[in-house]
């Protein structure tokens, strides 16, 4: 019902989007987040989106250079990323909850997961 698409190959301090499709109906999205997982290490929390009202909250890690936002008409998500760096090289994934409060960061706590898209910043 999610699928992440918009990953590739940037250079260090290059920018890129991430778009999010949520097929079908979005009746199970109160909040809508972006995740990622590096080689090697843990699911961490990058940026989430209340579906209706567009509030926003972030990692500190991506604060000031990552925005997220939503189109409902298009039942859409995006990331879009500045400045990015080597770090920020990861898997980057949706998710979404219809409860959860966009503070949420625990990835267990959201249900309902698209699949994967790589990011990649060189150096």
């Known amino acids: 019902q999610l699928q992440a698409s918009g990953g590739g190959l940037v250079q260090a301090g290059g920018s890129l989007r991430l778009s999010c499709a949520a097929s079908?109906?979005?009746?199970?999205?109160?909040?809508l987040a972006w995740f990622r997982q590096a080689p090697g290490k843990a699911r961490e929390f990058v940026g989430s989106i209340g579906w209706t009202s567009g509030s926003t909250y972030y990692a500190d890690s991506v604060k000031g250079r990552f925005t997220v936002s939503r189109d409902t008409g298009k039942n859409t998500a995006y990331l879009q990323m500045y400045s990015l760096k080597p770090d920020d090289t990861a898997v980057y994934y949706c998710a979404a909850d219809r409860t959860t409060s966009i503070r949420q960061t625990i990835p267990d706590l959201y249900d309902y997961w698209g699949k994967g898209t790589l990011v990649t910043v060189s150096s």
């Open positions: 079908g109906t979005t009746f199970y999205i109160y909040t």
